[in-house]
């Protein structure tokens, strides 16, 4: 397997425009999350899905924020519109739950820079 | 909502000599405890994790312990090597909550010559 992907991998856009971030996670795996990484707050955990249902969505800061994942090998973030503040690497990872908390796999990270 | 510490938040060490970074959790309910590597440019990789039934875990040079009494977890790094130089995360779960994992704060490992 190649591992979770992400796409792209840099993306530098001005404020206010639309950035949609895409993940393809790990064949078979039932947990898909999405991250956030900036030296101030760490990594920070946004929202995860089980079964491409959304579970937890009580990290998306703002309503600015929303994810998708329309079915088992596709998942999106999308910022609208994009804030300076937002500039951060977001990781996705997948996980295979069903025994329980499982090893999450993470991909490379789109590195997002606000203009 | 559980809340984890890690300290230090930098620390140098020579080659060959061991490392130890130290984590505590809030939630006595969490019972699942992995460590992850983050390599410049890349995401974070499990290198070992341990669940609340056991007491330490060894892999090679590598090792985790966990005391839930005080509710806190270390790791432990023998013989370090340059490849060592990290950011080390650790995280606390809860298998109830199925998957959903707090990190900490991290901690930039560098081995030096």
């Known amino acids: 397997d190649a591992g979770v992907i992400q796409s792209p991998r840099h993306e530098v856009t001005e404020m206010g425009q639309e950035v949609t971030l895409r993940c393809k996670p790990i064949?078979?795996?039932?947990?898909l999350f999405w991250y956030r990484q900036t030296m101030m707050r760490g990594l920070e955990l946004l929202i995860y899905f089980n079964n491409n249902v959304p579970i937890d969505d009580s990290g998306m800061p703002e309503d600015r924020f929303s994810a998708k994942m329309p079915n088992a090998s596709f998942s999106t973030l999308k910022i609208q519109p994009s804030e300076p503040r937002d500039s951060a690497v977001y990781f996705c990872?997948?996980?295979?739950?069903?025994f329980g908390t499982g090893e999450q796999y993470f991909g490379p990270g789109t590195r997002l820079t606000v203009t | 909502g559980e809340n984890v510490e890690q300290h230090p938040s930098t620390l140098s060490v020579q080659e060959g000599d061991s490392a130890v970074i130290k984590c505590t959790y809030s939630?006595?309910?969490?019972?699942?405890f992995p460590w992850y590597k983050q390599e410049l440019g890349k995401g974070p990789q499990l290198i070992i994790d341990i669940r609340s039934n056991v007491g330490e875990k060894k892999d090679q040079r590598i090792a985790v312990t966990l005391n839930k009494t005080a509710k806190h977890f270390s790791l432990h790094i023998t013989e370090t090597q340059p490849e060592d130089s990290a950011v080390y995360f650790c995280?606390?779960?809860?298998?109830?909550?199925?998957?959903?994992?707090?990190f900490g704060t991290g901690t930039r490992l560098q081995v030096t010559l």
């Open positions: 990872a997948s996980s295979f739950g069903r």
């Open positions: 939630d006595s309910a969490s019972n699942y």
């Open positions: 064949s078979g795996h039932d947990y």
């Open positions: 995280a606390v779960g809860d298998t109830g909550t199925a998957s959903k994992l707090t």
